[in-house]
């Protein structure tokens, strides 16, 4: 990148000095993150892969196991000159996380999640647009009960516009606007509580998780509502606006149904899964299909995506909705991109929302991606 190019610096903060204990979070995030990504590793190779001197990576990895979040899982097979080294790896009983999916329609999914993302424990309830967020809160405290490892923290995908304080700044389908879901909830929980828009979330975990290209991946959350995350060169996008990806309020037909947004005729009142399941013919179904793709096609061919899932229920997407979405697609871009772009389904089996509420909370609370 050619760094002398000019750039507004208007709005930014200096960035002040680096406190010790930044730092030291910062080194145990790179140690965390090394055997999350890489597995059972020595001493001396965290010192290598981090370049992190011996004696830091000894003391911090010494408090990790004290804190419960590594442990040691004897020597490296092989035959070695001199002491065979001992390997560290994430312990069995690490922390966990309570992860919380509010994207589904008319249902909750709550679960405990470890820090390599497998669910634990689940329960789903009801829940409704109307209902009481003791509804949300209640579902944690069972789930924090089902566990007896220590919780890091509770994570929350959503629907709506999340800024990054949690607050749920719009989710027209839940009848939520300025809400602070994680303020609300952290009091009635007693844990720390982070909130993300159910689709961002879920592209992480997709990414984090699963079989994403995060260097270009578009997924889109088909439930109570329709959301969208974006991931690029490895980062979830969101914007000034804390909006992107949010696809499914886009206007394809300005005289159709009304929207819980306001408007007419948003791709949501087509694609959302109570829309889907009106529908009687596969022909129908196809034309929902064509609609997406005219949405989809100006974010992939202008953002250089490769890969886009939709996440949602397989019996109403896969088929003629799934076909006529390639088809359009291949017909509304250039024949480069046509032919390198994967549309596919993420089936719900893979609970990319808990799994991806629970990335945010490893995130936020220990600087793990």
């Known amino acids: ?159 709506g516009i999340v800024d990054a304080a949690g607050t749920v700044v719009l989710a027209p389908n839940l009848g939520w606007t300025d809400l602070d879901l994680t303020g609300e909830l952290s009091k009635a929980i007693g844990l720390p509580v982070h909130a993300g828009n159910d689709a961002n979330v879920a592209a992480v975990a997709e990414s984090a998780f699963g079989a994403g290209d995060d260097g270009g991946l578009l997924l889109l959350t088909v439930g109570q509502g329709v959301g969208g995350g974006v991931m690029i060169d490895g980062r979830a996008l969101s914007g000034p606006l804390q909006s992107a990806g949010e696809i499914g309020h886009v206007v394809v037909d300005p005289d159709g149904r009304q929207c819980a947004c306001g408007n007419r005729g948003c791709l949501e009142t087509f694609l959302a899964a109570p829309a889907l399941r009106q529908l009687d013919s596969d022909a129908a179904r196809a034309e929902v299909g064509t609609r997406l793709a005219s949405v989809l096609t100006p974010v992939v061919t202008t953002l250089g995506i490769a890969d886009v899932v939709l996440y949602g229920p397989a019996e109403l997407l896969e088929g003629a909705l799934l076909d006529a979405v390639r088809s359009a697609l291949a017909h509304q871009t250039l024949p480069f991109v046509a032919q390198r772009v994967q549309i596919r389904l993420a089936p719900l089996d893979d609970e990319l929302v808990l799994t991806g509420a629970a990335a945010l909370v490893r995130y936020r609370e220990l600087g793990v991606v």
């Open 1 to 159: 990148m050619n760094e002398a190019r000019t750039r507004s610096t208007a709005g930014r903060r200096p960035v002040g000095k680096v406190r010790p204990a930044d730092t030291r979070r910062h080194h145990r995030a790179l140690i965390l993150q090394q055997l999350v990504d890489e597995g059972a590793r020595s001493r001396a190779d965290l010192a290598r892969e981090t370049s992190l001197t011996r004696v830091t990576i000894s003391d911090l990895v010494a408090e990790l196991i004290d804190e419960g979040f590594v442990s040691e899982l004897g020597t490296r097979p092989g035959t070695h000159m001199g002491k065979p080294a001992t390997l560290v790896g994430i312990s069995e009983d690490a922390p966990v996380t309570i992860a919380l999916d509010l994207s589904a329609d008319g249902q909750l999914s709550g679960g405990v999640v470890d820090l390599d993302g497998h669910i634990l424990a689940r329960e789903q309830v009801p829940f409704v647009r109307g209902d009481d967020l003791s509804v949300i809160s209640d579902l944690a405290i069972r789930l924090q009960a089902a566990t007896t490892r220590r919780i890091l923290g509770v994570g929350i995908g959503t629907p």
